[in-house]
């Protein structure tokens, strides 16, 4: 079982900065891939970035490319997203997800992550 906990969403201007954090209980967070995904009001929740377990694969949607960066810290069970000059459009509420099944196939599909954390609101104005 492994528990994920989001902080670092909050209000931000067009063209300015935040980094999410997750934080994940448990023993085995290092044998799990990590994914960002985010979720716009009346939109499908739609994948961010993702980080293979071994932290050597990095995947990034086109939308985000350049911008964002996911990184993680297995010594202190963490996944973090840097987000650089955010735009009105990545206003959403971003979850982190952890899977033990995820192949560099599969990291853009919700539905095999096996843990969800509660999300974290982020918006950007213009």
């Known amino acids: 079982q492994v528990q994920l906990v989001e902080s670092g969403g909050g209000l931000v201007q067009a063209g300015g900065s935040l980094r999410l954090s997750c934080a994940a209980s448990?023993?085995?967070?290092?044998?799990?891939?990590m994914g960002w995904f985010r979720q716009a009001p009346g939109k499908e929740r739609e994948f961010v970035a993702a980080?293979?377990?071994?932290?050597?694969?990095?995947y990034y949607a086109d939308s985000v490319k350049g911008r964002f960066t996911i990184s993680r810290d297995n010594a202190k069970n963490t996944v973090y997203l840097q987000m650089n000059s955010l735009k009105p459009e990545d206003t959403a509420v971003y979850s982190c997800?952890?899977?033990?099944?995820?192949?560099?196939?599969?990291?853009?599909?919700?539905?095999?992550?096996?843990?969800w954390g509660q999300g974290t609101q982020v918006t950007v104005s213009s």
């Open positions: 997800a952890a899977g033990g099944r995820i192949s560099p196939v599969t990291y853009t599909t919700p539905r095999l992550y096996d843990y």
């Open positions: 448990g023993r085995t967070f290092s044998m799990y891939s």
């Open positions: 980080i293979m377990w071994s932290g050597g694969s990095i």
